[in-house]
């Protein structure tokens, strides 16, 4: 059961007046993050929209303490700070790492997939808008085929999406999990979960990007659900190398055997303006295939 909106914790560590844009989902995850987590948590993060959000050097609207690091090392900060803390017998607080795909994907993974080996004890967040959006919307190994981005901007990128949940997932990480911005009974549950964990915790956060996605900023939320509707994201956790287990949407839609067409959420975004009938048949086969394999390892 997801948590519901009247039992979220009062207090707020993000606020009023972000410099991020109009309908960055990222914002709503991370107020959601945050209030699983509590006061006790230090944020390391690279170059990226979170540090936009964070804002400029002595205000923030940010009441935790946070880090910048630079762009390929985030998971290297967070398992210095762990290192500190635990030398320091204050290992009461929670150190997360939150970096982009472009940070995560590309950048980033030397320092991870180390960290994750040696299990350090963290919780690294990729939170996930498919391309390098605050550098201006190029292309990264997380954006779909088919998109459109400033560096794919004639002929849209022909490469799928890195899988980079299996490639985690065969680090045997203390906890996994998927989420979406969009669901932050969901999101809250994952993180209050992850903060009892010891050990490497991973959580890929898909957040829809109004402005590098090309869709109008009221309709974050709806693009968001629209991701897990179509099964193009799936909402599921994995314990210390178990078994998946389905959650929220994903689990309910598992239950019906009902998905909705991936048309529904494509054709909303203008970054895949160019894609064709044949080019939308073959994303949906790849959805289905992946949903399929999802549902058969759940156990449906």
């Given at each position: 059961?997801?948590?519901?909106?009247?039992?979220?914790?009062?207090?707020?560590?993000?606020?009023?007046?972000?410099?991020?844009?109009?309908?960055?989902?990222?914002?709503?995850?991370?107020?959601?993050i945050?209030?699983a987590?509590?006061?006790?948590?230090i944020?390391?993060?690279?170059?990226?929209?979170?540090?936009i959000?964070?804002?400029?050097?002595?205000?923030?609207?940010?009441?935790?303490?946070?880090?910048?690091?630079?762009?390929a090392?985030?998971?290297?900060?967070?398992s210095?700070?762990?290192?500190?803390?635990?030398?320091?017998?204050?290992?009461?607080?929670?150190?997360?790492?939150?970096?982009?795909?472009?940070?995560?994907?590309?950048?980033?993974?030397?320092?991870?997939s180390?960290?994750?080996?040696?299990?350090t004890?963290?919780?690294?967040?990729?939170?996930?808008?498919?391309?390098?959006?605050?550098t201006?919307v190029?292309?990264?190994?997380?954006?779909?085929?088919?998109?459109?981005?400033?560096?794919?901007?004639?002929?849209?990128?022909e490469?799928?999406?890195?899988d980079?949940?299996?490639?985690?997932?065969?680090?045997?990480p203390?906890?996994?999990?998927?989420?979406?911005?969009?669901?932050?009974?969901?999101?809250?549950?994952?993180?209050?979960?992850?903060?009892?964990?010891?050990?490497?915790?991973?959580?890929?956060?898909?957040?829809?990007?109004?402005?590098?996605?090309?869709?109008?900023?009221?309709?974050?939320?709806?693009?968001?659900?629209?991701?897990?509707?179509?099964?193009?994201?799936?909402l599921?956790?994995?314990?210390?190398?178990?078994?998946?287990?389905?959650?929220?949407?994903?689990?309910?839609?598992?239950?019906?055997?009902?998905?909705?067409?991936?048309?529904?959420?494509?054709?909303?975004?203008?970054?895949?303006?160019?894609?064709?009938?044949?080019?939308?048949a073959?994303?949906?086969?790849?959805?289905?295939?992946?949903?399929?394999?999802?549902?058969?390892?759940?156990?449906?």
């Amino acid at each position: 059961m997801s948590t519901t909106i009247m039992e979220f914790p009062d207090q707020e560590y993000i606020l009023p007046g972000t410099r991020t844009c109009a309908g960055c989902g990222l914002p709503i995850a991370y107020r959601y993050i945050l209030k699983a987590l509590g006061p006790k948590t230090i944020v390391t993060h690279p170059a990226c929209c979170l540090t936009i959000l964070h804002g400029i050097y002595p205000r923030t609207p940010v009441a935790v303490n946070a880090v910048n690091n630079t762009f390929a090392s985030t998971a290297a900060s967070a398992s210095g700070l762990a290192a500190g803390l635990k030398a320091t017998g204050r290992e009461d607080y929670t150190v997360l790492a939150m970096a982009g795909d472009g940070g995560t994907f590309d950048m980033g993974i030397q320092a991870l997939s180390g960290a994750a080996e040696r299990e350090t004890d963290f919780i690294y967040v990729c939170y996930d808008n498919e391309a390098y959006m605050n550098t201006g919307v190029q292309r990264s190994s997380a954006t779909p085929s088919g998109a459109l981005t400033t560096t794919t901007a004639v002929v849209p990128k022909e490469q799928p999406k890195k899988d980079f949940i299996q490639i985690m997932e065969a680090h045997h990480p203390a906890y996994l999990a998927t989420t979406c911005s969009s669901f932050p009974g969901d999101l809250y549950n994952k993180f209050a979960k992850a903060k009892d964990i010891r050990g490497t915790r991973f959580v890929h956060l898909m957040v829809p990007c109004p402005s590098g996605w090309g869709f109008p900023t009221r309709d974050t939320v709806k693009i968001g659900r629209l991701a897990v509707e179509t099964g193009v994201v799936v909402l599921y956790e994995v314990e210390r190398g178990g078994p998946i287990r389905l959650t929220g949407k994903s689990l309910s839609m598992a239950r019906s055997g009902r998905k909705r067409p991936v048309e529904e959420y494509l054709r909303p975004q203008g970054r895949f303006k160019k894609m064709t009938p044949e080019r939308i048949a073959l994303f949906q086969q790849e959805v289905d295939q992946r949903w399929a394999g999802l549902l058969q390892r759940a156990g449906f």
